[in-house]
C-alpha cells in the first residue's frame, strides 16, 4: 500500500497579501468597534467622599458625549433619566464586606417645545437614612447646559456621619442613562443599539476618623 506524503502549505505571494489584507482589515474592524463603544460611553472623574459637618458628602464629574441620535429624539420629545447609585461598604478582614449605606440620585432632562427651554427635574434618595430629597425643576437655554447639571455631582449628602463609626470604607458610584424610563415603543427598538448605552462605574476607598471637618 502506497502513502501519500504530507507537503508543506506553501502560499503564493498573491495569495499571502489577500490573507495578510484580510487580517489587517478584521483588526482595524476590531479597533472600531472598540473604539465607537467607548466614545458611547462614560467616565467618572474626580470622584471623592468628604466628611463635613454632620453628613459624609460625595462629589464626582461625569464626562461623555451625547449621541446626535439621542440629541435628535429628545427635540422630539423623548425625556432622559440619568441614574447615580451609590453603595458604601465597611471593609472587615475576617469577614465578607458589610454594607452600611445605600443612595440613589436621579436626573431628568426632557425639551419643551413652546418655550424652547429644557427643563431640569433633579431629585434624591439617599436609602434609608435621609430620606427623600426633592428640588423644584429648573429651565436651560441650551442642552449643553442642562446637561451639566446631570454631569455633576457636587457635595451629595448620602448619610449621617454619626451613622459610621471610624475605620476603612469602599465607596462604589454607579452612573448610567436609565433606559427602563423610556417609551415602551422605543425601549423595544433599542434592543442592540449601542448608541443609548451611557453608564459607568468608579470604586473610591477612604478612611473615617473621629476629626470632623468644619
Given at each position: 500500500m502506497r502513502f501519500l506524503k504530507?507537503?508543506?502549505?506553501?502560499?503564493?505571494g498573491?495569495?499571502?497579501r489577500l490573507l495578510l489584507g484580510l487580517c489587517v482589515a478584521w483588526l482595524c474592524g476590531?479597533?472600531?468597534?472598540?473604539?465607537?463603544?467607548?466614545?458611547?460611553?462614560a467616565e467618572i472623574q474626580n470622584f471623592k467622599a468628604t466628611r463635613a459637618s454632620q453628613d459624609l458628602m460625595v462629589s464626582a464629574d461625569i464626562k461623555f458625549e451625547l449621541p446626535s441620535t439621542i440629541e435628535e429624539a429628545m427635540y422630539k420629545g423623548v425625556s432622559l433619566t440619568?441614574?447615580?447609585?451609590?453603595?458604601?461598604?465597611?471593609?472587615?478582614?475576617?469577614?465578607?464586606?458589610?454594607t452600611v449605606a445605600t443612595a440613589s440620585r436621579q436626573t431628568r432632562i426632557s425639551y419643551q417645545a413652546l418655550t424652547r427651554r429644557w427643563r431640569v427635574l433633579p431629585w434624591t434618595e439617599s436609602?434609608?437614612?435621609?430620606?427623600?430629597g426633592v428640588q423644584l425643576p429648573q429651565t436651560y437655554e441650551t442642552l449643553t447646559e442642562a446637561l451639566a447639571v446631570?454631569?455633576?455631582?457636587?457635595n451629595w449628602r448620602v448619610t449621617p456621619s454619626s451613622e459610621l463609626s471610624?475605620?476603612?470604607?469602599?465607596?462604589?458610584?454607579?452612573y448610567r442613562l436609565d433606559i427602563s424610563q423610556?417609551?415602551?415603543?422605543?425601549?423595544?427598538?433599542?434592543l442592540g443599539q449601542g448608541d443609548w448605552s451611557i453608564n459607568a462605574t468608579s470604586r473610591q476607598r477612604f478612611q473615617l476618623t473621629e476629626a470632623i471637618a468644619p
Open positions: 504530507k507537503q508543506p502549505l506553501e502560499l503564493s498573491r495569495t499571502y476590531l479597533f472600531s468597534a472598540q473604539t465607537f463603544a467607548q466614545a458611547n460611553g440619568f441614574v447615580s447609585e451609590l453603595e458604601i461598604t465597611r471593609e472587615r478582614w475576617y469577614w465578607l464586606d458589610k436609602g434609608v437614612v435621609t430620606g427623600l446631570a454631569q455633576r455631582i457636587y471610624e475605620g476603612a470604607y469602599v465607596t462604589q458610584l454607579r423610556l417609551p415602551k415603543p422605543l425601549q423595544i427598538g433599542l
